[in-house]
């Protein structure tokens, strides 16, 4: 009996687990490899970052994949090498793979523009680990502004006017004045400042003007700083230096503008565009390949598409598709994307969504449809019951004005932190 057709796929995102999702069904054996052992829902890194959400609640163990693909596996590693000739691949570790059918959909990373000390001094949010460490630092600044340790201030700056920088400030702004008010009274919520720096001079640029305007109202409203029209020069470890040389103090700076191709894409031998993305076709092969493909954020099509959820889902249905076409003999097909929306949250019962055709909404509606939509979109139930219930102690009515953040982990007091102290040892007045 001929050995299955073996489907190699890099990167555990939206579009890679679309890609093998869809190839369920297919006569195929699927190999999975990912940097992480787990997905992360990236909408929903911010509500980590600000102590909305734990990260388990928005984290997905892939190998449960298995568990309803019987043709699906995984394995942990990262990409080195492509020989397309031979149809095979290198990970780090030097294990070589070979394939009939490969699907790069291994995503993008923050993109620093050569800013001097941003990489140093700013905090990007493209990982769990990352937004783990943005909690990590606010809850930090916030415990040595209670107790004046080194400053009274907690000032915070964000740089990106995007859907993530839009998300993170309003959700920072809604910690500030709910749900720290109780534990922190000690610190003068005016101390707290959040500023959101944006080199247009319009937040959410793909968005509907009227949605653009909600979205700067909706932050003023909430207390945060606008800075538009003002790009960054430098980043330092205390604050930012704006392009006039102006300079904006901060203990926490976060970068939420940019994206690159991770550095490993450049030994891949493929050929790449802008932000070293991966160049495709229109039917998302990658340029002089037939058996490798390239989708979501990692692939640049010949009309770009924005990097969202929706083109990487279905960028990853129509390359199982096209594998199997491929596999068949048959000719491929373009990739038609299907616009069906997009939509930020600024806060409770603040949002904007610009859906299929040319529908906005704004407010409590939006809000909403946001949550539902989030919530459906989680890979697991046991995440989208959890998702839920933090909400709802988060945002109803009766706990909006109490909840109690999750904490970030705030560094030891003591030397040894949990640890004993170490007790020399003595020497014997014998020896």
């Known amino acids: 009996m001929a050995e299955l057709p073996h489907i190699v796929i890099i990167g555990g995102g939206f579009a890679g687990i679309a890609t093998l999702k869809a190839l369920k069904d297919a006569p195929v054996r699927v190999t999975l490899i990912d940097r992480h052992i787990y997905n992360m829902f990236q909408p929903l890194m911010y509500q980590v970052a ?146 959101l720096v944006h080199r247009s001079g319009e937040l959410l640029k793909p968005f509907a003007p009227r949605l653009r305007r909600y979205s700067e109202g909706a932050l003023r409203k909430r207390g945060v700083e606008l800075r538009l029209n003002t790009g960054v020069a430098e980043v330092r470890k205390t604050g930012v230096v704006t392009a006039s040389g102006e300079e904006i103090p901060a203990e926490l700076v976060i970068w939420a503008t940019g994206v690159t191709a991770h550095g490993e894409v450049d030994g891949w031998g493929l050929e790449q565009g802008a932000g070293g993305r991966i160049l495709v076709g229109s039917d998302l092969r990658v340029k002089g390949h037939d058996r490798i493909f390239a989708v979501g954020d990692i692939a640049l099509t010949p009309k770009p598409l924005d990097q969202l959820a929706q083109p990487a889902l279905q960028g990853g249905a129509h390359v199982a598709e096209q594998i199997a076409r491929v596999l068949t003999g048959k000719p491929t097909r373009a990739f038609k994307y299907h616009d069906r929306g997009t939509m930020a949250t600024i806060g409770r019962h603040a949002a904007v969504a610009q859906l299929r055709g040319g529908i906005t909404l704004t407010g ?33 009515w009766f706990a909006y004005r109490k909840a109690v953040p999750i904490v970030g982990d705030v560094r030891p007091v003591r030397k040894n932190g949990d640890r004993a102290e170490e007790i020399p040892a003595t020497t014997d007045a014998r020896g």
Request: net charge negative.
């Open 50 to 195: 600000t102590g909305g959400l734990n990260a388990g609640d928005v984290t997905y163990f892939l190998r449960s994949l298995r568990s309803t693909q019987p043709n699906a596996n995984f394995q942990h590693g990262l990409l080195k090498t492509i020989d397309a000739e031979a149809q095979v691949i290198e990970l780090a570790d030097g294990e070589k793979i070979s394939y009939d059918a490969l699907v790069l959909a291994n995503g993008v990373n923050t993109n620093y523009f050569g800013t001097p000390g941003a990489k140093e001094y700013a905090k990007s949010m493209y990982s769990r680990s990352q937004a783990l460490r943005i909690r990590d630092e606010l809850f930090t600044q916030l415990e040595k502004a209670a107790v004046r340790e080194d400053t009274s201030e907690v000032r915070v700056v964000i740089v990106g006017g995007g859907a993530t920088g839009v998300e993170m400030a309003g959700a920072l702004a809604e910690l500030r004045d709910q749900a720290l008010v109780t534990a922190y009274p000690e610190i003068d919520r005016k101390s707290i400042t959040i500023t």
């Open 364 to 396: 409590v509606l939006a809000w909403y449809t946001w949550i539902v939509i989030h919530i459906y979109s989680l890979l697991g139930n046991s995440n989208r019951v959890t998702t839920m219930a933090h909400f709802i102690s988060r945002y109803a």
